[in-house]
């Protein structure tokens, strides 16, 4: 209800006030429309006291104060918020009559590399030659020279029929609680991977296991001849089974029977038999491991942190400001500019490890089943130049073939195709293509392919050139997953994978491409090729090596003569940028050694 | 001397007693009332998530097992029966509000953990920044926005106005850029990222670290858990002081030109009584359904954040499980979100008509 009220300020002008505010008083909730006198009065009363200002600038010269000092406080205790510490003085490892350093901690900021969990089923990609090492090294070396000189194990043989194949460990190797490594704990990780039914198995997708052994796992069992000796009995001969066993971690069966023990902390601890030992997990963010003693190897670092960064631009502040001591997957930007710096060192891994490919997809376009015209897409593409602009410098080299250099199957005769867009129209005209639209779908930039966008931006550019129109779609990597069978193109990294996991993903069915409706492949599929599958059926079965070798690098001729369903672009390797007191880092590639080489100079 | 007759005696009120019984009496009908139609909000919610989740390309189970390239596909049908996916979509809702119902907020796939045991390690890192980003960021919005609408038009209104302004504009990803850049790589003040220095052996009970170190009297962590907490808190709470300052300054403005207000200045009481003391308690009634509006946006908006100061939260949790598909966790935190919306505003409703008798009285 409203009152008009009459108030006569004290210069006597009289005004009338009704409104429908709540007025203020002593406290909340009084139902009053005007202004109190008592409130007035007493508010006149304390401010002519100087009580009202006095305590309220007070205070407010208190908050500011406080706040001040605080923030000034906060800031000033700008000690030293690495936790870092120097190792002794000494020299580099491998130095001829030279003691190693010892002692140091060392922080590597990396992007989309931690998981969430260190689960024996769990399918680890990249991780599994990269971190996981650090506590789980692989466990034994493949073959065709990619040694893995932390591996767990000794010696390999397989009978002569390839049903039985003998693994002799290391001598007096040792889980990180202290318990053994021998062939029974051994044999009981293998057994938890391949039977389904094995009381240690977790629910992961033991997608190791199923790609190096098929679903089910063509092994029939695992026994132990001795102490360090076991034999894996196979139901399916294989002439090497070296390579589908280095993906296997070895944890401690006293901690795979732990339930959790992936996120436990005090369960990860012990569960290891690498160089490393986990002392701190935050699923996803960051992972801390101590050098342990026990290894059969020299561990330089008293302490290692592995922390995810998740944008690129804030893992270059992250390493320019001290957080941490090395990055892997800088921007191209940052890492260029960091290798220009002094006070930086770069590492690349040794080979190069991945390759970068653009495959091609689609069964909808008539034109792409001419060969001619994907001829001269590789032709009109500028690879030298995408190098140079879009990789990090130092890191990339030509790629000729998706096979990495240092795996059965690759052809040193195969050459890189050449930049000749002259060439590229002769060929399109030749094939009665006056102009082309072709769909591209990118994803977001990898470690590897650092300027995915930029680079499919300048392929557009130049195929335009040639008279081929191309829009790009960019999408989410579980997007880009489903949808690129629907585009006719996209951009792909490649590990240096044994050959018989690379070619199955593009010569056999059931890979990357579908048929149509009726079951025919495209013209421009390799599988339609009358030599393809009788090639791929002899080099995947192939009892010898030599000759395995022999088929698969006449695939890949193949492949480049005649069938040309992917363009190689680049051999990128993995690199980190650190500071000039960090030495020995190894970037993640097969031939991991787990940083134990790593060590820091304070002084 | 005022002639006793201006001043006029104040109306009879009302007795106390039966104006308490209908004030709480109203309250409870309005918690009653909302709480009743938060099931259907849930539902809906529920519902609406569910079926968005469905309709983006992607197969968890794919890439639960390692992707196109690794994963064999006997393995990812497996997967996918043994989570239910080959089931009819109806289905599929149908167990996941069954579930929901007991309580079980699902299982997470790219976590291979609860649900909600994921939610308890990741929600304190959350609340902790979104409660630092509160306590910067609302004093400084309303101290904004009361000087501003103090001096209307003034060069310092405009100042006021652009830093709001600009506060809700700017990308906050790169204002987090810029502060770790200023404070971090070129003063070295403060650390750029995570919420403890490496190697560090602090043990959390809460989850809350400021909040451990206080429980623990161990004021030299509490330094250094702040010094962490400083950059991504103070790029967190730009965008609520903006907010707040536009909305603070339209309300004070509104109420400064009343004429209650006008008369207290005739009567000679100074501006600082006048705003605190006269305007403030109706001018500051709107901003407490902002409140309710921010507050639950910070604690899923904090994702940008999170991945530039690499803060272990909610946001970048959330992230992560919509690129890998792990619908549980979209739709569980989604859901989760949701309650703390509608429980959010439900308080803020309930405080304004604490505050506010008209309310109540309506």
Redesign the interface.
């Known amino acids: 209800?409203e009152?008009p009220?009459?108030?006569?300020?004290?210069?006597g002008?009289?005004?009338r006030?009704?409104?429908?505010?709540?007025?203020?008083s002593r406290g909340?909730?009084?139902?009053?429309t005007?202004?109190?006198?008592s409130e007035?009065r007493r508010?006149?009363e304390l401010?002519q006291q100087g009580q009202?200002?006095g305590r309220?600038g007070f205070i407010a010269g208190a908050m500011t104060l406080g706040g001040a000092l605080a923030f000034g406080?906060?800031?000033g205790?700008?000690g030293d918020?690495?936790?870092?510490s120097a190792g002794t003085l000494g020299t580099a490892p491998g130095t001829a009559g030279a003691d190693a350093m010892r002692g140091g901690?060392l922080?590597l900021g990396t992007s989309g590399v931690v998981f969430?969990?260190f689960?024996l089923g769990?399918?680890f990609?990249v991780q599994l030659v990269s971190y996981v090492q650090f506590a789980w090294p692989t466990f034994m070396g493949s073959p065709a020279g990619v040694e893995l000189e932390n591996a767990l194990a000794e010696s390999y043989a397989r009978s002569d029929d390839g049903l039985i194949h003998t693994i002799v460990l290391r001598p007096d190797l040792l889980f990180h609680d202290g318990s053994p490594i021998d062939a029974e704990a051994v044999a009981e990780n293998y057994r938890s991977c391949f039977f389904a039914d094995h009381p240690l198995r977790d629910?992961?997708?033991?997608?190791m296991t199923?790609?190096g052994f098929?679903?089910p796992p063509a092994v029939d069992r695992v026994d132990v001849t001795d102490e360090l000796t076991l034999e894996i009995h196979l139901t399916t001969p294989r002439a090497d089974i070296r390579d589908a066993l280095s993906t296997h971690l070895v944890m401690n069966p006293a901690v795979l029977a732990q339930p959790?023990y992936?996120?436990d902390v005090g369960a990860l601890r012990d569960a290891g038999s690498g160089p490393f030992r986990i002392t701190?997990f935050?699923?996803?963010?960051?992972v801390?491991y101590e050098g342990f003693e026990g290894f059969h190897r020299d561990v330089l670092l008293d302490?290692l942190?592995l922390?995810?960064?998740?944008?690129p631009?804030?893992m270059g502040?992250?390493l320019?400001?001290?957080?941490v001591d090395g990055a892997l997957g800088l921007s191209k930007s940052d890492h260029d500019a960091f290798v220009e710096d002094p006070d930086y060192t770069l590492f690349v891994s040794e080979p190069a490890a991945f390759s970068v490919v653009f495959v091609f997809s689609s069964p909808r376009k008539p034109e792409l089943e001419d060969r001619r015209v994907r001829e001269a897409i590789a032709l009109a593409m500028n690879r030298e130049e995408y190098r140079d602009a879009f990789f990090s410098a130092g890191t990339v080299s030509p790629s000729t073939q998706m096979m990495h250099p240092s795996r059965a199957g690759y052809n040193p005769d195969v050459e890189e195709w050449p930049y000749d867009p002259d060439r590229a129209r002769e060929l399109l005209d030749e094939a009665g293509v006056e102009r082309l639209s072709l769909s591209l779908l990118g994803r977001p930039s990898t470690n590897y392919i650092p300027e995915l966008a930029a680079l499919l931006q300048a392929m557009q550019a130049d195929l335009e050139t040639v008279g081929i129109d191309v829009e790009i779609t960019m999408t989410?990597?579980?997007?880009w997953?489903?949808?690129r069978p629907n585009y006719d193109g996209w951009m792909t990294n490649l590990g240096p994978e044994v050959p018989t996991v690379i070619f199955p993903?593009f010569f056999t069915p059931?890979?990357?491409m579908p048929a149509d409706d009726e079951g025919n492949w495209p013209s421009h599929d390799p599988r339609s090729h009358p030599e393809v599958m009788p090639l791929m059926e002899a080099a995947m079965g192939a009892f010898d090596p030599d000759e395995q070798d022999r088929l698969f690098q006449q695939l890949t001729q193949l492949h480049q003569d005649e069938i040309l369903m992917y363009i190689p672009l680049a051999l990128v390797g993995s690199s980190a940028i650190a500071r000039s007191q960090v030495h020995g880092v190894q970037p993640w590639a097969f031939k991991a050694l787990s940083q134990e080489t790593a060590w820091v100079d304070e002084t | 001397m005022r002639p006793e007759s201006a001043i006029a005696e104040p109306p009879p009120t009302r007795e106390r007693g039966s104006s308490k019984v209908s004030t709480w009496g109203s309250l409870r009908s309005l918690i009653l009332r909302r709480l009743a139609i938060l099931p259907l909000i849930l539902l809906g919610l529920s519902l609406l998530v569910f079926t968005l989740n469905r309709m983006v390309p992607g197969d968890p189970a794919l890439i639960y097992a390692g992707g196109p390239e690794r994963a064999d596909p006997a393995v990812v049908e497996q997967i996918r029966q043994d989570w239910g996916l080959d089931q009819p979509i109806v289905v599929q809702y149908v167990r996941y509000v069954g579930q929901l119902v007991q309580g079980d907020l699902g299982w997470s796939f790219s976590q291979r953990d609860e649900v909600t045991s994921v939610l308890a390690q990741r929600v304190p890192a959350t609340v902790e920044l979104s409660v630092a980003a509160l306590l910067l960021g609302v004093p400084l919005g309303l101290g904004l926005g009361v000087f501003a609408a103090w001096r209307q038009k003034s060069m310092a209104d405009n100042a006021a106005t652009f830093f709001a302004i600009g506060g809700i504009s700017v990308p906050i990803f790169w204002v987090g850029l810029m502060l770790a850049y200023l404070f971090s790589v070129v003063l070295g003040w403060f650390p750029m990222g995570g919420r403890m220095p490496a190697f560090s052996d602090f043990e959390s009970r809460t989850g809350i670290y400021s909040l451990d170190a206080v429980l623990q009297g161990d004021f030299s962590t509490l330094a250094t858990v702040l010094r962490h907490l400083a950059l991504p808190a103070i790029t967190l709470a730009i965008v609520p002081a903006a907010l707040i300052a536009r909305y603070a300054r339209s309300s004070f403005i509104d109420v400064l030109g009343e004429n209650y207000i006008r008369t207290a200045r005739a009567y000679g009481i100074s501006p600082i009584t006048i705003v605190s003391r006269l305007a403030a308690k109706n001018a500051v009634l709107p901003l407490i359904t902002v409140l309710g509006l921010i507050i639950p946006g910070l604690l899923v908006g904090t994702v940008l954040v999170e991945i530039v100061f690499s803060w272990p939260g909610v946001g970048r949790f959330l992230l992560d499980a919509l690129t890998t598909r792990d619908y549980i966790v979209v739709q569980s935190v989604t859901l989760l979100v949701g309650v703390l919306y509608v429980v959010v505003n439900l308080l803020a409703d309930i405080s304004y008509a604490l505050l506010d008798p008209r309310t109540r009285r309506s």
């Open positions: 209800m009152h009220v009459d108030v006569v300020p004290p210069d002008i009289q005004s006030q009704s409104n429908g505010l709540m007025t203020p909340w909730g009084i139902t009053m005007h202004v109190p006198d007035i508010l006149l401010e009202l200002m309220r406080g906060l800031a205790c700008a918020d690495s936790n870092g901690s922080r969430p969990n689960y769990t399918s990609g629910d992961g997708a033991y997608t199923s790609g098929g679903v959790g992936g996120t701190g935050q699923p996803g963010s960051s801390e302490r942190r922390e995810e960064i998740g944008d631009a804030a502040l992250a320019r400001s001290g957080q989410d990597p579980a997007s997953f489903v949808e993903l059931g890979q990357s």
